[in-house]
């Protein structure tokens, strides 16, 4: 499923977690890896640039963080990145640069490539968003199946089908991915690099690139 290939997703020179991706094929592959790479991240970090706030918690100065929001260790906040009032980082969350998480946003286990977006009412859990993707208000991942198996990647065009052993597995969403408001990514959802998906979508499975999500049997490619 080459689509899904970290190479095919993700410019790595837009994250700080870029050493965390080494020798991995897919993102899924990094989920269980987040919480211990934050941590040896964050002792190696300028204290030029960053502070530590409490445990496990660095938050680049040039950062806003409301005074309302709840913030969880392992946790990096890059530079110029927004954490909005009433944001909640339950931990295991990289934030990157000029990201912002909004209002009554809550982030677990997650990474978040430089300018993304998940400004009004997003829950974001085990997942990866790449590059400047941006999730509309309300739009949410969904990390756990109904019937707790393990979430497989499923692709409808080819039918391959790739077992990832996870019981817990959001979305990975490749860059300048845009989710339309209340959106629902199922468990195993893979959206490729810049490919829109419409409002109120239901999503799952793999995504091609460059593509319109506008329902489950219809997706059509950008001209």
């Keep these: 499923m080459e689509q899904c290939k970290i190479e095919n997703m993700y410019d790595l020179?837009?994250?700080?977690?870029?050493?965390?991706?080494?020798?991995?094929?897919?993102?899924w592959e990094l989920l269980g890896k987040i919480s211990d790479f934050i941590t040896a991240l964050g002792e190696r970090l300028d204290p030029a640039v960053y502070e530590k706030r409490g445990e496990q918690?660095?938050?680049?100065k040039s950062a806003e963080v409301a005074p309302t929001a709840?913030?969880?260790?392992?946790?990096i906040i890059d530079e110029d990145a927004q954490i909005r009032h009433c944001a909640f980082v339950r931990g295991s969350?990289?934030?990157g640069k000029g990201a912002v998480v909004g209002n009554s946003t809550e982030l677990k286990n997650v990474i978040l490539f430089d300018g993304v977006q998940v400004p009004?009412?997003?829950?974001?859990?085990?997942?990866?968003?790449?590059?400047?993707?941006h999730m509309g208000a309300g739009s949410i991942t969904s990390n756990v199946k109904s019937d707790k198996t393990l979430v497989a990647v499923?692709?409808?065009?080819?039918g391959e089908q790739i077992e990832t052993g996870l019981k817990k597995f959001g979305a990975m969403l490749?860059?300048?991915?845009?989710?339309?408001?209340?959106?629902?990514?199922?468990?195993?959802?893979?959206?490729?690099?810049n490919t829109?998906?419409?409002p109120l979508s239901m999503v799952r499975g793999a995504v091609a690139a460059n593509a319109v999500y506008k329902k489950g049997n219809e997706v059509v490619k950008k001209y």
């Design 93 to 95: 969350a990289i934030v």
């Design 154 to 158: 499923k692709d409808k065009e080819s």
């Design 196 to 198: 829109n998906i419409y």
């Design 174 to 193: 490749g860059d300048f991915v845009e989710v339309g408001c209340n959106s629902v990514l199922n468990p195993g959802t893979v959206v490729g690099r």
């Design 13 to 27: 020179s837009h994250t700080i977690a870029a050493e965390l991706f080494a020798g991995a094929v897919y993102p």
């Design 57 to 60: 918690i660095w938050v680049a």
């Design 70 to 75: 709840c913030l969880n260790g392992p946790l």
């Design 120 to 133: 009004h009412y997003n829950y974001v859990g085990d997942s990866i968003l790449g590059y400047k993707s």
